[in-house]
């Protein structure tokens, strides 16, 4: 079964950026995780490796499942040049 939610939410983050991004999801316990990501061939790439989407995705679905704070963050760096964005 597809969650829906988390798909909305990787496009959400996805339409964010046209180029690079940096994804970060940090919690109050100071565990964080990043991903680095891509468009390619009008496709979102996920880091470097195989694999790192569903890794990135079982993370999210980690959060999403649990009791999330308010001081929970979700943050998608612009990196374009391009856009002149930092």
């Known amino acids: 079964m597809k969650n829906n939610g988390l ?3 990787l ?5 964010h950026f046209y180029f690079t991004a940096i994804a970060t999801l940090k919690a109050t316990d100071g565990a964080s995780f990043v991903v680095d990501l891509q ?3 009008q496709k979102s790439a996920y880091g470097y490796q195989q694999g790192i989407k569903k890794w990135f995705m079982a993370h999210l679905i980690t959060f999403f499942f649990q009791k999330i704070s308010p ?10 040049a391009k856009t002149g964005e930092i």
């Open 71 to 80: 001081t929970i963050m979700l943050a998608c760096q612009n990196t374009d």
């Open 39 to 41: 468009h390619q061939c």
């Open 11 to 15: 496009d959400e983050i996805e339409s």
């Open 7 to 9: 798909y909305h939410s």
